[in-house]
């Protein structure tokens, strides 16, 4: 019993020390300036929505909708290009497999700069930096990996007997995919969906290098903030408060495949 | 298949090709062949080295710490307590944010007079000194940061391994009179040994990528106290605008991460050929 109150209590403070800096991050997003400052922080103070009012009123709430806008999209078109060719994956046994298994590997191990270079450049000729577009195909080269490796996953889970049941009464192979394989893995579908929207939604590096200002999303946006003679902590935590949230709302919501999503590739589906 | 080889395959392929030309973003026709220059000019480039130096040191301490944190939290989440299936999501908090989220939080946080560390080390009388300013220093706030972001994944990793464990042989030991370190020394880490490896290539693969932390907290100073070879690649490439020279550094880099990416193969292998 002493045992159990042990690892209870380690655990409970462990998770107060590991989450601190978030907690941090948030109560600074609705003081004062002057609050913020203050040094030991006062308990208790009064809230002010000051912070997001600003960044509503100014324009990083276009980089935000340029985040969601870039992020949606992506999903989309990854999921519209990836989830076939992952069914594809699942029910056929040809040699290539194990390619793409590791061309997986390499795009997921790439540093991001290895893309962004050939891009940038051929972005150049083409008119597409700082555009949204741009944006959107730079996403595929790891979302469309990630979503072939996360569904064929789930279609392997599927069992086969159904389909084959509906081929003899008459059934296609499209038939078959968008009846029977796509519904029974429904939930894989929304998991694949949250996990390539927080990988376009968190991308630092792209933004940074493809977009200046019409484009630019909100990670890129926050570091502007701090480019100004002073910084404006207030606001700037105010904006990591607001890209943060989407992100752990999510996250709460898939937490039962977490661990599929985040360790991709490392450990066996 | 093809968007996927469109996307991927051929941007490396002209990575490669750029990376045999003086390319130059500010000078028309610097597209052209000039064959191993780039590469000769690294091999004497002083700063290139440095880097590689920097990364080695972020990279083994990022890689260390994050397996000694995310192992023991691993075991001691590793219970079979309602509680603890509780919280467990919510230490994988620091690893799903945004890394400009993370990078912003720890920047705040090493900085004098707005941070609560600061004043906290002050209280305790510990010297409060302004880590992203100072050489010495400046490297450890890094390593700090991309310790807190990594630790959940290793612990996710472990942990899953943990609860695949044979319990029989765990239970047999201890009913042999085997304290629980003993158990833990002769036969859970060895029953463990192939997730740690895995464990170790994913975040030792992983912390040559570290960028945004790199770009928000440090700039790579003071100096170049902690420019990584990632970071340096981008500051030869889009602050000195040599796209040519900055893609010999990054064919470099993904040999190495290829090599490394090979080892990941080795270790689970078969796992990759056939489900």
Redesign the interface.
């Known amino acids: 019993m002493n045992r159990?109150a042990a690892?209870?209590a380690?655990?409970?403070l462990?998770?107060v020390v590991?989450?601190c800096?978030?907690l941090?991050?948030a109560q600074?997003s609705v003081r004062t300036g002057l609050e913020?400052?203050r040094?030991?922080?006062a308990l208790v103070f009064t809230p002010t929505l000051q912070h997001y009012v600003d960044l509503v009123e100014g324009k990083f709430i276009r980089s935000l909708m340029n985040s969601t806008v870039t992020a949606t999209s992506t999903t989309l078109l990854a999921l519209l290009?990836g989830v076939p060719?992952a069914y594809a994956f699942s029910r056929s046994r040809f040699r290539a497999?194990?390619v793409v298994?590791?061309?997986t590997?390499?795009?997921r191990?790439?540093?991001?700069?290895?893309?962004g270079?050939?891009?940038?450049?051929?972005y150049k000729e083409l008119g597409l930096i700082d555009t949204r577009t741009g944006l959107v195909?730079?996403y595929?080269?790891f979302n469309?990996?990630l979503v072939?490796w996360m569904m064929r996953a789930f279609f392997?889970g599927v069992p086969r007997s159904l389909e084959e049941a509906a081929y003899i009464d008459g059934a296609g192979v499209v038939t078959a995919f968008v009846r029977i394989a796509l519904p029974l893995s429904a939930p894989g579908l929304a998991t694949t969906a949250i996990f390539t929207f927080?990988l376009s939604?968190?991308d630092?590096?792209y933004s940074?290098?493809l977009t200046r200002s019409e484009a630019l999303t909100a990670?890129?946006a926050?570091?502007n903030f701090?480019n100004y003679e002073s910084w404006e902590?207030g606001k700037?935590?105010a904006a990591?408060t607001m890209?943060?949230l989407p992100?752990?709302a999510l996250?709460?919501a898939v937490?039962k495949y977490?661990?599929h999503g985040?360790?991709a590739?490392?450990?066996?589906g | 298949m093809a968007v996927l080889v469109l996307v991927t395959v051929l941007p490396l392929l002209y990575l490669v090709v750029t990376s045999f030309t003086p390319l130059d973003l500010t000078s028309v026709g610097s597209l052209r062949w000039a064959g191993l220059t780039n590469y000769r000019q690294l091999a004497g480039d002083g700063r290139f080295w440095n880097s590689v130096w920097v990364q080695a040191q972020l990279s083994f301490w990022t890689v260390s710490l994050q397996m000694l944190t995310g192992f023991a939290i691993a075991l001691l989440l590793n219970g079979r307590m309602r509680f603890l299936e509780l919280v467990r999501s919510m230490f994988l908090v620091p690893m799903v944010l945004p890394p400009v989220v993370v990078a912003l939080i720890w920047k705040i946080l090493f900085t004098p007079d707005v941070s609560i560390l600061d004043w906290m080390l002050g209280v305790l009388h510990l010297p409060q000194p302004a880590w992203l300013s100072d050489p010495g220093l400046a490297l450890w706030a890094v390593i700090v940061a991309d310790v807190w972001e990594w630790f959940p994944f290793v612990m996710l990793t472990l942990l899953a391994a943990l609860q695949m464990l044979p319990s029989e042989s765990l239970e047999a030991a201890r009913l042999d009179g085997a304290s629980r370190t003993q158990v833990l020394r002769y036969i859970t880490i060895p029953l463990l040994k192939p997730a740690i490896v895995v464990a170790v290539l994913f975040r030792l693969i992983d912390s040559v990528k570290a960028f945004p932390h790199i770009f928000i907290m440090t700039g790579g100073g003071p100096g170049t106290a902690t420019e990584v070879t990632n970071f340096y690649a981008y500051l030869q490439g889009f602050s000195y605008t040599y796209v040519g020279y900055s893609s010999a550094i990054i064919v470099v880099l993904l040999l190495a991460t290829l090599l490394m990416s090979l080892g990941v193969l080795a270790v689970t292998g078969h796992e990759f050929d056939v489900e």
């Open positions: 159990r690892i209870v380690a655990t409970l462990l998770l590991v989450l800096p978030v941090f991050i600074m913020a400052f040094m030991p922080p290009l060719a497999q194990g298994s590791l061309w590997l390499v795009t191990m790439a540093p991001p700069i290895a893309f270079i050939p891009f940038f450049l051929i195909v730079i595929l080269t469309l990996s072939i392997d927080l939604w968190n630092f590096f940074l290098l990670p890129v926050i570091v701090m902590w700037v935590a990591a890209i943060m992100v752990v996250s709460i937490r977490i661990v985040l360790t590739g490392a450990v066996k």
